[in-house]
């Protein structure tokens, strides 16, 4: 096993910082051996596609009036801070600081209605990132289903062989939980995110999943005399010992994985122009996300970028001065970059959080400790959420449902997360009514509720 320190992340409303480890074997897959997963996927059978997905999950909740649904005639303890501006699509508005989304406003469409009506962090995350409640509630609930990019690429696999289907960059985490609910859970952990850890903005950034345990290198990997000798640690399994003659395919698929050069150049961000780079913001997210293009452009099926620290009871305002800037960039190289690629119909992007903030400014000090900071803020809202898909073929320069006057709740065409997900099925090819045993052996569809968002098809 190989330990990653991950370092730390904001800290959320209740006070602890989330400072973990991952700790992972071979080519991130848990103690499970990648092989299982290859057999896994092939057994599979769903819909051919090459569509993949893009998730920007902004971590702790962000504001949808401070976003994507302004609303500037409300009494200024609603409207917030900041203005409204027009976008390049007549009649569509967003706050101020996301001019550079205002640019590109007819390439994605906003879900203005989205609601699960929950404001804890972790029921709020497990609804949006599993499509049921399942009685999460509290940090110390864990995942009771699985993450629906997980069940779509238990179905699809990767889009190219030699690549990891589902990816975090550069963690899988939800609310400091990791993986979270971005867990397969009773799909086997086999079915997590494959991690990449570190800084993808960093001089010196490296899948640490990919570096091997124990002096271990590819050099030495691709040695057959070291492979006949070590093959049961490559594959952390005692019983299996032998040549590369002797592997199946699968086990050759996940040597390639591990030693091949297509996985290894497709994290290797280092080799983007420097003009690109800047494009996307020299920052952990900006470089996150351009690494989530170079996935899915090599043949990843879904890339989440974790984006934390939205968590704003206090302090609202330098929160989102600090963070929405450099999300306006990541969003707007993402969805030029897809374009000028020619990758855009081929790629959905989705930027979204557990929950949204109240639509009422707090004064700073209305939830105690340890939320008595003394600024003003906005607390948890799962009542009304604005969700942002655009590109994979979803029409673009649209806004799907409103919220009321106030922004409190849906005023028409109310959303669920399943709606959503619905949508992100269709996109990528995955029959929703597909259905994986629990531990009890029951049968559970991926997605329960809700059905395909049919003006954006």
Request: aromatic share 8%; net charge neutral; with cysteine.
């Amino acid at each position: 096993m190989i330990r990653i320190q991950a370092g730390r992340t904001s800290r959320y409303c209740d006070g602890k910082s989330r400072r973990s480890f991952l700790q992972v074997g071979m080519a991130g897959m848990g103690s499970l051996s990648l092989p299982a997963l290859l057999r896994a996927q092939e057994s599979s059978v769903g819909p051919k596609k090459d569509t993949s997905v893009i998730l920007l999950w902004l971590d702790g909740g962000p504001s949808h009036h401070d976003t994507y649904d302004p609303k500037p005639d409300a009494p200024r303890e609603y409207a917030g801070f900041w203005n409204p501006i027009s976008t390049n699509v007549p009649g569509i508005n967003f706050c101020e600081l996301l001019p550079l989304h205002s640019k590109i406003a007819e390439k994605f469409s906003i879900v203005r209605s989205v609601h699960h009506d929950n404001s804890d962090h972790f029921s709020g995350g497990h609804w949006m990132l599993t499509g049921r409640g399942a009685g999460v509630s509290g940090s110390k609930t864990p995942g009771k289903y699985p993450f629906f990019g997980g069940v779509a690429t238990k179905v699809t696999g990767a889009r190219q062989p030699g690549m990891p289907a589902n990816v975090a960059v550069p963690l899988a985490m939800s609310i400091g939980k990791r993986p979270g609910y971005f867990g397969g859970n009773y799909l086997g952990i086999e079915h997590d995110p494959f991690q990449t850890g570190g800084d993808p903005n960093n001089a010196d950034f490296a899948v640490q999943n990919l570096n091997l345990t124990n002096g271990l290198t590819v050099k030495r990997l691709e040695d057959r005399r070291f492979l006949q000798t070590h093959f049961d640690q490559l594959l952390r399994s005692s019983e299996n010992s032998g040549t590369l003659a002797a592997m199946d395919r699968f086990d050759s698929q996940a040597f390639g994985l591990v030693a091949g050069s297509k996985a290894r150049a497709a994290f290797d961000i280092s080799q983007e122009d420097d003009a690109v780079r800047e494009r996307y913001g020299r920052n952990n997210w900006g470089q996150s996300t351009l690494l989530a293009r170079r996935l899915v452009e090599a043949g990843s099926t879904f890339v989440t970028c974790h984006f934390g620290g939205w968590d704003s009871h206090w302090n609202h305002q330098g929160t989102m001065e600090s963070y929405l800037p450099k999300v306006d960039m990541a969003v707007h190289a993402l969805f030029t970059d897809l374009d000028e690629r020619g990758l855009l119909d081929q790629v959905l992007v989705v930027v979204m959080g557990e929950f949204s903030r109240t639509p009422r400014i707090n004064d700073g000090g209305n939830g105690g400790p340890p939320l008595s900071k003394g600024t003003p803020g906005r607390d948890h809202w799962g009542n009304a959420i604005s969700v942002l898909m655009g590109g994979g073929g979803i029409r673009g320069g649209q806004v799907i449902g409103s919220t009321n006057r106030l922004g409190e709740v849906p005023q028409d065409h109310p959303l669920r997360p399943g709606d959503i997900h619905h949508t992100i099925f269709k996109v990528l090819g995955v029959d929703p009514n597909i259905a994986f045993n629990d531990p009890s052996g029951r049968p559970i569809a991926a997605i329960d509720h809700g059905s395909v968002i049919q003006e954006l098809i």
